[in-house]
């Protein structure tokens, strides 16, 4: 009897050790699941402070047009956008599936909230509205320094490789970028002109140089500015077509605004008048209409940047 009762004694011990080990691992695989947890945030630096910002978030609002670009090419669906005014190849987007989220410039915040996003994306027509934003969940804007377009471009490319765990498509295409870009340096360099770029916007002229929204014609992609003296502002330097005789440009990059936002187009008119037909770009065949979706709406994007750089790369004649 007492060796029966030795035993079940043992017996119980046993399984009370077992059951602490169990529940011993239970506590450090909650602890190892926290942090985790904590661990699946990406940081990322901004002006206005670093944010933490989900891995892998599930409902994205995004509103620069060349983060949705990117997002299209990585097909990462975003929950809510800004409906109107989408560039002609993003119009899938336009779908009763997304939720629409105001304009580029008016954001709905009701329906930002309503979206119930894990993660805002904006840009810098919507810089002023950052604080807003924030409330609603984190916030991060990726707009691109034109200052220095490649490497701003480059690291938030790489953020997004980062958030959304896509880093190796995102090393392939940078890749592709740059490869077009020398390809394109090379036959700019040995052509050797000089450029002016132009937006035209109900039949007036606004010149955009080096450092300006438009200028990796001239920093990356190496075109002499015509003139070197431009002022560098969002809206360009209003000119005349008097500005554009006198300067003389080799070529003559024109980016219509008009056509962009969907009104009708005057560019043609604007700029191919009698005095700008005095010019070498238009004597040469060289004034070129660049895509203004790409060039005003949607730059900044792995699809944009690579047709942008193309573009301005099959212009080049000898």
């Known amino acids: 009897m007492k060796k029966w009762t030795l035993s079940l004694t043992l017996i119980l011990a046993i399984l009370v050790l077992a059951a602490c080990g169990k ?37 994205v609002v995004v509103f620069d047009m060349g983060i949705l670009d990117t997002m299209d090419q990585l097909g990462i669906k975003p929950v809510a956008l800004p409906q ?16 629409n989220a105001g304009g580029l ?25 950052y604080e807003e934003f924030s409330k609603i969940a984190p916030t991060i804007n990726l707009s691109v320094d034109t200052n220095n377009y490649m490497k701003s471009f480059t690291q938030n490319m ?18 592709a970028i740059n490869d077009e870009v020398t390809a394109t340096q090379e036959k700019v360099k040995k052509a050797n002109h000089n450029a002016l770029i132009v937006l035209a916007n109900e039949g007036s002229l606004s010149a955009y140089g080096a450092g300006s929204r438009f200028g990796l014609i ?25 500005y554009v005789a006198e300067k003389n440009p080799d070529y003559l990059f024109v980016v219509d605004r008009g056509r962009a936002i969907g009104e009708e187009s005057s560019a043609k008119a604007t700029v191919e008048n009698a005095l700008v037909k005095n010019t070498n770009a238009y004597k040469n065949g060289h004034i070129v209409y660049l895509n203004p979706y790409y060039w005003y709406l949607s730059g900044g994007g792995l699809q944009s940047v690579s047709e942008m750089i193309k573009e301005v790369g099959d212009s080049v004649q000898g």
């Open 158 to 175: 790489n953020t997004i490789g980062e958030i959304f765990g896509k880093q190796d498509e995102i090393n392939k295409a940078l890749t």
């Open 23 to 59: 529940e011993a691992g239970s506590t450090t695989g909650a602890a190892a699941g926290s942090d985790t947890a904590q661990a699946a945030t990406v940081k990322v630096a901004q002006k206005t402070g670093d944010v933490e910002v989900p891995k892998n978030p599930q409902r």
């Open 84 to 99: 109107d005014g989408l560039p002609p190849y993003l119009k899938k987007y336009a779908d009763s599936e997304y939720i």
């Open 105 to 129: 410039k008016e954001p709905d915040f009701e329906k930002v909230s309503e979206a119930a996003p894990d993660l805002i994306i904006i840009s810098g027509r919507q810089a002023d509205s």
């Open 218 to 242: 001239h920093d990356v992609l190496g075109f002499k500015a015509v003139d070197p003296n431009i002022e560098v502002s969002t809206h360009g330097q209003s000119v005349s077509p008097e």
